[in-house]
């Protein structure tokens, strides 16, 4: 049996074998901390990089990173923005390689299933198959449909609900959707103020969270998933 004290000074028997100090003891007093700093004067120590204040070209916002990095935007979309594609500005009549894509596109998408290439080519859907055809569709209609819910998006929105809350909304996000990050000169339109539970009622600002057309579209499906992932992000946001 290990009968060595403990070097701390406690009095106690060190348990495990071949060590000098009781478990949690290593620096415990101020001698020992004292020796093991001195132990240390002399070798060589890793030192820490130093950090830089940098400011984005796009959008302004400060990015605090080391001086060694070669960033310099603060985001992917900014990033997307200060180096735009080598297609930009270009056309057809200007540029060589655009054209030959045009015209090879035309030939393999739009002549693949353009007149003779067609399998239906020369026939015609007989009076039973569109009687088929228009009652498959009236299948998914009202209560069919696998996303019903009661006939709520009839339901109108609150008076409450008006431009000015949307604004707010609007501003708060930064103007931009919260999930691709488009803008809303990019969406052509104003961006949409969606309601994370789907609930018309509830206008807590918490609830309410600004999305492109596009991305308030994908939204309605998967809708648990999308609450859960909407609430995390204003939540850390």
Not at 27 to 56: D, M, Q
Not at 190 to 217: A, F, M, Q, R
Not at 224 to 236: G, M, P, S, Y
Request: net charge positive.
């Amino acid at each position: 049996m290990n009968k060595v004290l403990c070097k701390c000074g406690c009095g106690q028997k060190v348990k495990l074998l071949g060590s000098r100090f009781c478990q949690g003891h290593y620096n415990k007093t101020a001698e020992v901390k004292k020796k093991h700093s001195e132990s240390l004067k002399g070798r060589s120590v890793k030192l820490r990089v130093p950090r830089e204040i940098r400011i984005c070209p796009i959008c302004g916002k400060e990015i605090e990173c080391r001086i060694i990095e070669t960033r310099k935007f603060c985001s992917k979309s900014c990033g997307a923005k200060g180096k735009p594609g080598w297609m930009l500005g270009l056309t057809k009549e200007t540029d060589t390689r655009i054209k030959a894509s045009v015209e090879k596109r035309k030939i393999t998408v739009k002549g693949m299933f353009k007149g003779k290439n067609n399998s239906f080519y020369g026939r015609h859907h007989s009076g039973e198959s569109k009687k088929k055809m228009g009652a498959s569709v009236l299948n998914y209609n009202g209560s069919n449909n696998p996303n019903w819910r009661g006939g709520l998006s009839n339901s109108p929105y609150p008076s409450s609900f008006d431009e000015k809350l949307r604004s707010l909304i609007r501003e708060r996000d930064g103007d931009i959707c919260q999930l691709c990050s488009m803008t809303e000169e990019e969406n052509r339109r104003k961006l949409t103020v969606h309601h994370i539970d789907y609930i018309k009622e509830n206008l807590d600002p918490k609830n309410l969270i600004t999305l492109c057309c596009s991305c308030n579209g994908k939204a309605n499906a998967n809708r648990k998933n999308w609450t859960r992932f909407f609430q995390l992000k204003l939540k850390i946001g």
